[in-house]
């Protein structure tokens, strides 16, 4: 199975500062098409997952544009432009180009 | 508006069949394109993938569970099921139903349903 790597495992920040999670594949996640299934999700605290980004870059429907994703290959990154109190929670990427699907171990964000 | 609930036992013995059902609404998996999928989360742990089935009625497992798995749907009353037999207390976690769609995976998620197996 591929493994994907987060770090840091835990990130505090303030309101308002930047901040990026990295996330590193065992394995190319660009597949013979051309596509690279890379997704970020966010769960807050006693809530369900939601999707952040998919496809590596894209926002999902109703994410507000201070996140963005980035990367290729195996590094892949997750930013957010200006934390907001609501974004507390652990970030967890997410890749579909192999089989099984898998998720990295998770990036708690707190917020000091 | 793209909504899912899952409902299971709640709690079950060792070796049970556990049944869960993901009924959703705002989407057909007659649609081309539509898919169920389901996740587990063991408390204070991350993520599992475990199945998904697809509107041609394509299925995928997860390798790990070997042959425990059985998923399959019910079209006509807009609702998705999952089969995992010999349960064993290391199976106890929130499992959850998500919806996938071609290239947007997990794009809703349920709230989730809490299973713990226990003698």
């Known amino acids: 199975d591929v493994v994907l790597t987060q770090t840091p495992s835990t990130l505090s920040a303030t309101i308002g500062q930047s901040v990026s999670i990295s996330c590193r594949s065992s394995?190319?996640?660009?597949?013979?098409?051309?596509?690279?299934?890379l997704y970020w999700y966010l769960q807050r605290p006693g809530q369900s997952p939601q999707l952040l980004i998919y496809l590596v870059s894209n926002l999902g429907s109703g994410v507000p544009n201070r996140f963005s994703g980035s990367g290729s290959g195996t590094d892949f990154t997750l930013k957010i432009s200006g934390v907001e109190a609501e974004d507390l929670g652990v970030y967890y990427c997410m890749q579909a180009t192999h089989a099984p699907l898998t998720f990295g171990s998770g990036t708690k964000l707190e917020i000091k | 508006q793209v909504t899912l609930k899952e409902s299971g036992p709640g709690i079950l013995q060792p070796s049970q069949t556990l049944s869960l059902t993901c009924s959703f609404s705002g989407f057909s998996l007659s649609t081309y394109g539509m898919c169920v999928g389901w996740i587990r989360q063991s408390s204070g742990k991350g993520l599992e993938w475990l199945a998904n089935i697809w509107w041609n009625d394509d299925k995928y497992y997860n390798p790990s569970l070997k042959n425990r798995l059985t998923i399959s749907k019910d079209t006509s009353n807009n609702q998705a099921f999952l089969k995992i037999t010999n349960m064993d207390t290391a199976d106890t976690a929130t499992y959850y139903c998500a919806r996938d769609t071609m290239g947007i995976l997990m794009d809703a998620w349920g709230q989730g349903a809490s299973v713990t197996v226990s003698s």
């Open positions: 394995q190319s996640l660009l597949d013979s098409a051309g596509n690279t299934y």
